[in-house]
């Protein structure tokens, strides 16, 4: 008899993911995963090409139903990277130039002109100004893509986030939509309203004609009608990915965090109502069920599980595995600290134009000392975040859940532990995202609440001392870092 199931796309920088989850039990029933570029045109620029992604997940979802017999397909639930921007042509469904990608700093300078509105737009949105926000982005796409904004504002060309591009061609362009949570990301939306801001449309040069329609979480996005997915499936949830893993770790309630450790790294954490921060965090919508409305506050950095990847093509390793055992060697850095700010320094400094920094080496200084501090960089960045997050809420976190691809290598997840001196669990199940928008899939159907996944659980083990003299190297890099690049 056929299973019911829930097939769940995982949409990512570097790859798409296609997962089949048991619609009762949330068992993994089958996957499938199709790998992605980004290209650096210029320094400090980073792009993908949109059919290219549209292609991955086209060809992860046949890849997962053709290699999963006996599981029947109920409905569609995807999560998505953050932040990157389409623009397409509304007749032919083609985009008209490179998707940009969350990770780029084209935008910097049009960022430090809107300066003088920094307040103005955080009362509206809860995002900051930087680059990595769509909104600086699309507008850069409208005014240096040749012709584009004449259409836009004729009703001739769509824009949206990379849940809106799929949706768009999953539909075959009967639908033009986005999620609340997608829809928060893009410093256009006004948190209190839940809709598309009118001073911010008008403050960053955007057409309204050119934006989806912004539906809850769980709403009924329309059926499949693509060349090569299954006909007619309904699509019931867009989310973004790191919204999709706080669900995934089983965190709906105020209190609890969690970090995705993927390209780059998100800590977020359910609040009862907006939280303003006080500490270079930013507020964000979680999701909506329905009317119900969850917030959330966030701190991003760009380059966390990429800085590993950059390391190992730095040092001519083979893969972070090696990194990783190379680090290993020896038991702490040796005064080496490494500042992964190949793409600016994200929550909670936000200076865009700090570079990464490799400091404090001697005649001792050996290879394995430089691995373990680019270990050590990636946790001591997120453990900023989460000393922000602590006085933001009042309150220290008592413990933190880690996901994602580099959450799966137990040095750095000890190193983090280390530094934040609180205790980190692991789900065994590491593909939250996927998990998070298919359980929420899983419950419009009616089933119970899915089990939580096995944890492991990492201990904090240095000294106070030795943690205090890790703080304080890292915390002159980062000022370097920055200073070195006014």
Avoid: Y
């Amino acid at each position: 008899m056929a299973r019911p199931a829930i097939l769940a796309v995982d949409q990512g920088t570097t790859n798409t993911k296609a997962l089949l989850f048991a619609a009762d039990t949330g068992e993994v029933l089958g996957r499938a995963s199709h790998p992605l570029g980004v290209v650096h045109p210029r320094p400090g620029w980073a792009e993908q090409s949109a059919e290219a992604i549209w292609g991955s997940v086209a060809g992860a979802i046949g890849e997962v139903i053709a290699t999963t017999p006996g599981a029947e397909v109920a409905s569609l639930a995807i999560a998505n990277q953050r932040e990157t921007i389409v623009l397409w042509d509304a007749e032919s469904g083609e985009a008209v130039a490179p998707a940009i990608s969350w990770q780029c700093r084209r935008t910097a300078d049009r960022c430090t002109a809107l300066m003088p509105h920094a307040q103005e737009i955080i009362a509206a949105t809860g995002l900051g100004i930087d680059p990595l926000a769509p909104s600086t982005k699309l507008a850069w796409l409208l005014d240096e893509t040749p012709g584009a904004r004449a259409k836009a504002e004729a009703g001739l060309l769509r824009a949206g986030t990379i849940d809106s591009w799929l949706l768009w061609k999953l539909t075959n362009g009967a639908q033009h939509a986005t999620d609340v949570s997608n829809a928060s990301r893009t410093q256009l939306m006004s948190l209190d309203a839940l809709d598309w801001d009118r001073a911010m449309l008008a403050l960053f040069g955007v057409p309204r004609l050119v934006l989806p329609t912004i539906r809850p979480s769980d709403a009924q996005f329309g059926l499949t009608a693509a060349s090569g997915v299954p006909s007619g499936l309904p699509i019931e949830v867009l989310l973004g990915d790191s919204h999709a893993a706080l669900l995934g770790h089983g965190f709906a309630a105020p209190g609890q965090a969690k970090v995705t450790c993927g390209t780059g790294s998100s800590l977020m954490a359910v609040t009862p109502a907006r939280v303003t921060s006080s500490h270079g965090l930013w507020s964000t919508i979680a999701w909506a069920r329905g009317h119900d409305v969850f917030h959330a506050l966030e701190g991003n950095v760009a380059v966390s599980g990429h800085a590993a990847a950059f390391a190992v093509r730095l040092l001519n390793l083979r893969d972070e595995g090696e990194l990783t055992r190379l680090a290993a060697e020896v038991p702490d850095s040796q005064g080496v600290t490494f500042v992964p700010a190949l793409a600016g320094l994200g929550a909670p400094h936000w200076r865009s134009e700090a570079r990464g920094l490799l400091s404090g080496m001697s005649l001792g200084t050996s290879p394995a000392h430089v691995a373990r501090a680019v270990l050590e960089g990636i946790a001591l960045q997120i453990a900023d975040i989460v000393f922000a997050m602590d006085a933001d809420l009042g309150a220290p976190l008592d413990t933190l859940s880690v996901d994602g691809g580099a959450a799966a290598n137990d040095l750095l997840v000890q190193i983090l532990a280390d530094v934040i001196d609180r205790p980190v669990l692991r789900p065994r199940q590491l593909e939250l995202g996927a998990r998070g928008v298919a359980q929420l899939a899983a419950g419009k159907l009616g089933g119970n609440a899915w089990a939580i996944v096995d944890q492991d659980r990492f201990e904090p083990g240095i000294a106070g001392a030795d943690r205090g003299q890790l703080m304080a190297r890292w915390r002159q890099a980062v000022t370097a870092s920055a200073a070195t690049h006014p």
